[in-house]
């Protein structure tokens, strides 16, 4: 009788270790979390959007290494920005802003020039989308 008993825990202890304990996919839900939305840019300029020729949406991913910082320059199209790692001081004038990993900002084509610096441990990655148009620059140097 104890074989019996052994031999039947031992079977469900073993059949357990088969057992899925990842949740079921019909508890699992799509979730969708706004992390920006505005009317206006970084600078509080309102965005517009190029109507004389094809629109054309474009993402980028944009590496600084830590201490490196863009040249001076402008964007003739709005733009949304992600940090996804690093630290980013961005400069118009006096107005400085510093945006970490998680963190996003919206830059407006009606903005003046500026630039940005890697300011962190690790270098800057930037995801940048654009709303422009084909063959417009996505930077233009000041």
Request: proline residues 6%; charged residues 20%.
């Amino acid at each position: 009788m104890n074989i019996l008993k052994t031999l039947l825990l031992s079977a469900i202890a073993l059949s357990s270790a088969f057992i899925n304990v990842e949740p079921a996919k019909s508890q699992e839900k799509i979730e969708v979390i706004s992390l920006i939305q505005s009317t206006k840019g970084l600078s509080g300029k309102k965005i517009t959007y190029p109507r004389w020729t094809q629109a054309e949406l474009r993402l980028l991913k944009v590496n600084i290494p830590v201490g490196l910082k863009t040249p001076l320059h402008e964007h003739p199209a709005p733009m949304l920005v992600y940090v996804q790692q690093g630290k980013l001081k961005h400069s118009r004038g006096e107005a400085i802003n510093y945006f970490s990993a998680g963190e996003s900002f919206i830059e407006s084509n009606n903005g003046s020039p500026h630039f940005v610096e890697s300011v962190g441990n690790k270098a800057a990655v930037l995801f940048v989308g654009v709303s422009s148009a084909v063959g417009l620059p996505t930077t233009i140097k000041k």
